[in-house]
């Protein structure tokens, strides 16, 4: 419900419309939000749709969900039918590992190249995968330990200190997704892959050729982590410090200085084995403390106080 206080406030809208829209009827078809999960189609590689309208016109604060659409009236509906509530400690992992990956989405993937101490290559696919920080630069990459082998990424970024993330695009998702065999670990997934090394500058791990981004990054910290009242570890964080950055020209965006989430077309993960692209993007500026302060006071009742 929105308090009678500042029904009569002036309007300020977040949402900004973007003047171009390029809608397709694909798109357009795409865009509904409740459109069937289950509806498998037919194997395609994405080609570049921009959809850039954001989801609402006219918000404003304290308004919570605008039902201006049938699909948001669905929404505040669907909460009526209740929720299923678990306490995580009475869960099976085996219970708790497909929720949590089908809910937590999309993940991003991050293609880590290594080299063992002997030096040999590694190449595999890991989702648990996370940029934390622009300064320093870190990204994160999770490796979950299983009891009948150990993890050979983990065992060679902890031996050697260094490895590069390469984000995986579609047009090689295929082969990225081989180097998640389980092999033992004389195997060179370089080589299963039919994917290309090619020299990284700073780290002695090779960065993926046919990758458009290429992190090289150098051990920033290691930690196992064992689950709660046990000493065992089931996953390894390790955090990377990015020591050097490749980009190929021809994802850059016109300002040259940021990528364009079209010509990169990264996968990400969901849950079990699917995988989403980028189809539609939209905008929508960040609030401005200062053009809002007046308006919060008078919401929160602050005004003159702080
Ligand atoms: C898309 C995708 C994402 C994955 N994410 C992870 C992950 O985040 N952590 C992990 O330990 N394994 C993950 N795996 C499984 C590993 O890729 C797989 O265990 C691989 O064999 C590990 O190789 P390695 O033993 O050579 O390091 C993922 C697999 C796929 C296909």
Redesign the pocket.
């Known amino acids: 419900m929105i308090p009678t206080s500042f029904v009569n406030l002036p309007r300020v809208t977040f949402c900004q419309r973007i003047p171009q829209q390029v809608v397709t009827a694909s798109s357009r078809r795409w865009s509904c939000s409740r459109r069937p999960t289950t509806t498998v189609q037919e194997p395609r590689c994405s080609s570049a749709r921009h959809f850039t309208q954001s989801t609402c016109r006219r918000w404003e604060l304290g308004q919570g969900i605008v039902e201006d659409t049938v699909e948001k009236r669905q929404w505040k509906q669907d909460e009526k039918q209740g929720w299923k509530s678990l306490a995580v400690a009475d869960m099976p992992v085996k219970d708790a590992y497909p929720l949590l990956t089908s809910a937590i989405i999309p993940r991003p993937?991050a293609f880590?190249s290594t080299i063992s101490s002997s030096g040999i290559r590694?190449l595999?696919?890991?989702?648990?995968?996370s940029m934390i920080s622009h300064n320093p630069p870190l990204v994160t990459?999770?490796?979950?330990?299983s009891p009948r082998?150990?993890?050979?990424?983990?065992e060679n970024i902890k031996a050697t200190k260094e490895f590069t993330v390469n984000i995986i695009s579609e047009p090689f998702v295929e082969a990225a997704?081989s180097?998640?065999?389980?092999?033992p670990?004389y195997v060179d997934?370089w080589v299963v892959s039919g994917l290309t090394p090619i020299p990284s500058v700073q780290v002695k791990p090779p960065r993926v050729k046919e990758s458009a981004v290429n992190l090289e990054c150098e051990l920033y910290d290691l930690k196992d982590i064992a689950p709660p009242g046990t000493d065992i570890p089931t996953t390894t964080l390790a955090i990377g410090l990015i020591k050097q950055i490749h980009v190929r020209n021809a994802v850059l965006s016109s300002d040259q200085k940021t990528v364009d989430p079209y010509r990169l077309r990264p996968v990400a993960?969901l849950g079990g084995n699917s995988?989403s692209r980028i189809d539609s993007t939209f905008e929508l500026g960040r609030p401005s403390w200062k053009a809002l302060k007046e308006r919060i006071d008078e919401m929160m009742g602050t005004v003159g106080k702080k």
């Open positions: 993937i880590v590694n595999a696919p890991m989702s648990y995968f990459v999770s490796l979950s330990l082998r150990p993890k050979d990424t983990r997704n180097c998640s065999v389980e092999a670990d997934e993960r995988y």
